[in-house]
Each structure stands twice: as C-alpha cells, then as structure tokens.
C-alpha cells in the first residue's frame, strides 16, 4: 500500500484584513466577511515565494518521514506563481532538499489544484515501484488585482506530502479526478493578474466539479460522507466549502478542522493540501478523510486516505499548521502589503 | 552581487549548508577550504552545519548597497550553531526591539536578492527566531 509518509506546511507569518483591503477601495468590508467568510489573509515577505515555501515545507515534510533525502526519486511543485516563466522551481527545492541529482523534477500548474497534482503523480510512481519517495508541493504566491474580489482572498501557503510504501502515516485507498475545459479563471501570457468570470465560477465551475469528484470517488469506494471523519475542500472562501459540504451530504463538524480560509485566505495550489495538513494533525489512527481540490480550468483531483498510527509519532515532529495560521501573527497596513506584493510602480 | 556561475558554485552551502570537516583534526569549515586553516591537513568530509543556534551579536543596516535598498531597515546578526560554527545572515521575521544576543534563531530558506526584474534570482538561509 502506498500513501503519505511525512507532510509539512509552511505559512508566512504576515497577515492583511480584510476591512484593511475595503477601505482602500472603498468596498463594503462586512459584506465581503459575511457573503464570502473572510476575516483576513497571509501575505508573503519580499523575500519570500512560492520556491522558498516550497522548501521550508519540505523540510517539515521530511522531519516528519524521517528518510534521507538521496531517497527521494521525484520532486513536483505544484502552483500558479512560480517564480520564474523558464527555469524550474523543482531544481531548486530538489537541490535545497538534498535530493539531487538523482530525481526526476516538474513543475506542474493547473490554477488551484497543481498542488494535488503533484500528490496524484508522486503517489503513482511510488504505487508503480518506479521510485521509492516522491514529494509533492503545492505552493502559491497569488495576487489578485488590485480592487478585485479576489484580492481579498489571494494568499501565501504551501503544503509538501513525501510519498512512499513504508513508514505510512497515511494510506491512500482510492484517487479519482473530475476533469472538464472550463473557462471560469485564467492569466494570458506576460499578464501580471488573473481574470475571471464572477459569479459563474460557482455553480457550473467550482461546485460541478468538487461535487462530481467526491462523489466519483465514493462510488468507487463504494462510501457515503458518514463513513468519513473528516473532509478537505479546496476553499477559495468560506462559504464554497461549507455549501459543497452540505449540498454532498457532510456536516460542518467533519470540514471544520481543515477549514482554514477565513483566517489565512485563499493559497491556490496550497488550498486543499494545507486543510489536510490541518486535518492530520489532530487525526488519529483509523480515521478516513475524503480530500477533493479544484482548479479552474477545470478539475477536481480526490483522493480517500486512511491515518495509520505512526500519525502519533510524527505529528509534532514539526509546527502543526493551526500555530502557524494563529501564532506569531504581524499584520500589514495596505501600503506595506502594496510594496510586498509589489503593485508598486519604480523607476528602474 | 554575484555572477550566475558565482551563485551556481556557492549552491551547497547556500541552500544545503554543506561545510568541509576536516579528516585529521575535526575543524569545520564553512565555506569548505582546500587547506585546514587548524592543522594544515588537506583531506576533508562534507559535513551538515545545524540549523539553528543563538545570536552572539546583530546590527541593524540602515544605508543598505543597492540590492538590499527595498529591505532597509533590515537586522544582519552572527550567530553560533549548535555545532559551534559561527555564521552571519539577515535577521527575518524579527521585530527589532525582540532582537537580542543569546536569542534563539534558525536558519530558513529565502530570497536574498534578484538581479533586477528580468535576472537570475538569488536564494539562501537567513535567520528566523525560533
């Protein structure tokens, strides 16, 4: 059986409100708290990007394997803001990790499921017997436009699973992926923000596909959202997860633990992945989680895992991903978090 | 700032912290040597330097050269290892006045600096507190 063997997050300690976005724009901060469950959201350091969360993830991802890294025969970083348009951000974490050179790299993007991408490849290689580890990140730096909706969501996260057959903390039972051509969201080459279609980004978009994934999976799992304990949506707000939820069947008690968004926003290819991390930390052997992602474009990638007891073992091995979303917090007026985001414009 | 074949050779010990222990006498050195400045040996292992230990002294950079310019003011401290290497990185995710010597920091990937908006793209460790 193949699965999760370490997984590891990695939050920036900045944070943005959302009354703090409202007023530059003279939006209406508590419809947006209130229609999309938003309070505030983390933003990146200017030395920071979707590379250096990516590493520091997987440094914790691999605390919490305990392999050595030469092991590790493919690394994916899954997102929509790598930081260069040629030259990978694999090679980098690859090589920060200690995992060169013999692995096999990509970068993958697919809005915001690249990240569980990432996880659905590096488990089929290890499941193959192609390689013995494989890592997966989902990372983003995302930027919405400036005044858009989306630019109080937009976030900064990553999550890293390390793949293998031993040492599980997590066993992957069952994958399955809901795919179709979508044009809800997308960034044309050279643009610096995306665009999307508003309020058609939900039902034919997001909620088409999240509940066509879950309930795929279920059906070759032969389960119903009784026979899990908890349950990860990708949350670009708060409120799409919790509707998906109820319209599929599952409570709030079961999303809450990966419930993450109204305190840390939406982190696109780190979305879904940082719920799971959430929802690993306080999980307990046995227990069954339904993970389903959502990228625009569009596709929902699910994956049914069951917690093994080496989770006791591991959890604390490194930050569980609730102190970093609610300790050692800094938050940034607009300005600062205009010259970190760097919607600036400087005389070269 | 350095050349991209500068920043290519410099790779393990920016982004792995990969040092030089010497084979005869055990000094680490980092950056790796050819010689041992201790015992003048030439054989060394590569050795892992800890990744986190305690600040011994900081200061705080003010009139920053140019490619640090958007990040001034910004903390350059040294700190000693757990393995007894001394090492000097910026001070991250530091409120100044909760900077102070003996505090507890460890070593986190970042971005030091990029060659403008088209250039090659700088990383390595800085400190953190702990």
């Not at chain 1, 096999?104 to 290689?125: P, S, V, Y």
Request: net charge positive; glycine share 10%.
């Amino acid at each position: 059986m193949a699965g999760i063997i370490g997984y590891g997050a990695y939050i920036p300690r900045n944070r943005i409100r959302v009354e703090e976005i409202a007023k530059v724009w003279g939006a209406d901060a508590p419809s947006f708290k209130k229609g999309l469950m938003l309070e505030e959201k983390s933003v990146p350091s200017p030395d920071q990007d979707t590379i250096t969360m990516a590493v520091e993830g997987s440094k914790r991802a691999l605390k919490r394997a305990g392999i050595d890294p030469r092991e590790i025969g493919a690394v994916y970083v899954g997102s929509e803001s790598h930081p260069y348009a040629v030259k990978p951000s694999g090679t980098v974490l690859a090589e920060a990790i200690g995992a060169t050179p013999d692995v096999h790299t990509a970068d993958l993007e697919f809005a915001c499921k690249a990240g569980t991408e990432g996880m659905f490849i590096a488990l089929n290689l290890v499941r193959s017997g192609a390689v013995k580890y494989a890592l997966a990140v989902g990372a983003d730096t995302s930027q919405g436009a400036p005044g858009d909706a989306l630019e109080y969501s937009a976030a900064a996260g990553a999550a890293a699973f390390l793949f293998g057959k031993e040492r599980l903390v997590a066993e992957v039972l069952e994958t399955y992926s809901y795919t179709t051509d979508m044009p809800d969201f997308w960034r044309r080459e050279y643009q610096y923000y995306p665009q999307h279609g508003g309020r058609f980004t939900g039902e034919p978009a997001y909620f088409a596909h999240v509940t066509g994934a879950a309930r795929g999976i279920m059906d070759r799992a032969g389960m119903k959202p009784a026979d899990f304990r908890y349950v990860v949506f990708h949350q670009p707000n708060g409120k799409f997860p919790l509707r998906v939820g109820e319209m599929l069947g599952f409570s709030k008690k079961q999303i809450e633990p990966g419930w993450l968004v109204s305190k840390l926003g939406n982190t696109y290819s780190g979305s879904s992945p940082l719920g799971l991390t959430a929802t690993l930390d306080i999980a307990a052997a046995g227990d069954m989680i339904l993970l389903v992602s959502y990228g625009s474009g569009a596709g929902s990638d699910s994956f049914v895992i069951r917690v093994t007891e080496r989770i006791d073992e591991v959890r604390d091995l490194a930050p569980r991903t609730r102190k970093l979303l609610d300790t050692n917090k800094v938050y940034l007026e607009y300005g600062a978090y205009a010259k970190y985001r760097r919607k600036i414009r400087k005389a070269e | 700032m350095p050349t991209p074949s500068r920043y290519w050779r410099e790779i393990p010990q920016r982004y792995r912290m990969e040092a030089g222990k010497c084979k005869a006498c055990g000094f680490v050195a980092f950056p790796p040597r050819v010689v041992c400045p201790a015992c003048g040996a030439r054989e060394f292992v590569p050795a892992k330097l800890a990744d986190g230990g305690k600040i011994l002294t900081y200061t705080i950079i003010r009139v920053p050269p140019r490619p640090f310019e958007d990040q001034a003011p910004y903390a350059v401290g040294i700190a000693e290892l757990d393995d007894g290497v001394k090492l000097t990185a910026q001070v991250v995710d530091c409120d100044f006045a909760d900077l102070k010597v003996g505090l507890r920091v460890r070593l986190e990937f970042r971005k030091l600096s990029e060659e403008g908006e088209a250039g090659i793209i700088y990383y390595g460790y800085k400190f953190v507190p702990e």
